[in-house]
T-cell receptor, first 112, second 114 residues
Framework: QKEVEQNSGPLSVPEGAIASLNCTYS??????FFWYRQYSGKSPELIMS????GDKEDGRFTAQLNKASQYVSLLIRDSQPSDSATYLC????????????FGKGTLLTVNP | DGGITQSPKYLFRKEGQNVTLSCEQN?????MYWYRQDPGQGLRLIYY???????QKGDIAEGYSVSREKKESFPLTVTSAQKNPTAFYLC?????????????FGSGTQLSVL
């Protein structure tokens, strides 16, 4: 069973701080990596995708990927109360069938 | 939610009853997925379909069945064999292009047992 592991949290940061969310995965053949944000009672929405080693920045969000260490992270700069949500790490394994494996998610709370 | 419509929003199942969750999309996407989410848990894949008239089991298919007779529709039946059906069920769709890896999710169906 391919696994995606995240710290469940909750992670609490003050407004304006950097929130750091981490994820590890077991399948070395994994090709694509995603971060989804899910507000309570709502469906997930994609906020970042990353495919190659290194950093990818989009506004206040930076995704980091290290395939050798099988590690992917999400940094949220200048955290806002509206960022309070569960963040789900998702990994696409290799092969022709497109399947995403999700982690359990990390609950982030940004305190005003 | 991105052209994916799930119904009903809330559903109650009696003991021994089969229930069907509806998922309709107007995105013209080929691939569709059903996920289950339990409180405090991530999403677990139940079934997926990459093209009409074809579908594959996901990681937790036991007690569930699906059909894909039309591109727009991918209903999920929770059978009486599923002994712990209470969960939040999410349907998603994805386009065919290799570069299009974004899943569009519906708003979900909360299923509870009476």
């Amino acid at each position: 069973q391919k696994e995606v592991e995240q710290n469940s949290g909750p992670l609490s940061v003050p407004e304006g701080a950097i929130a750091s969310l981490n994820c590890t995965y077991s399948d070395r053949g994994s090709q694509s990596f995603f971060w989804y944000r899910q507000y309570s009672g709502k469906s997930p929405e994609l906020i970042m995708s990353i495919y190659s080693n290194g950093d990818k920045e989009d506004g206040r969000f930076t995704a980091q990927l290290n395939k050798a260490s099988q590690y992917v992270s999400l940094l949220i700069r200048d955290s806002q109360p509206s960022d309070s949500a569960t963040y789900l790490c998702a990994v696409r394994s290799g092969g022709s069938n497109y399947k995403l494996t999700f982690g359990k998610g990390t609950l982030l709370t940004v305190n005003p | 939610d991105g052209g994916i419509t799930q119904s009903p929003k809330y559903l109650f199942r009696k003991e021994g009853q089969n229930v069907t969750l509806s998922c309709e999309q107007n995105l013209n996407h080929d691939a569709m997925y059903w996920y289950r989410q339990d409180p405090g848990q991530g999403l677990r894949l139940i079934y997926y379909s990459q093209i009409v008239n074809d579908f594959q089991k996901g990681d937790i298919a036991e007690g569930y069945s699906v059909s894909r007779e039309k591109k727009e529709s991918f209903p999920l039946t929770v059978t009486s064999a599923q002994k712990n059906p209470t969960a939040f069920y999410l349907c998603a769709a994805r386009g065919r292009l290799a570069t299009n890896e974004k899943l569009f999710f519906g708003s979900g169906t909360q299923l509870s047992v009476l």
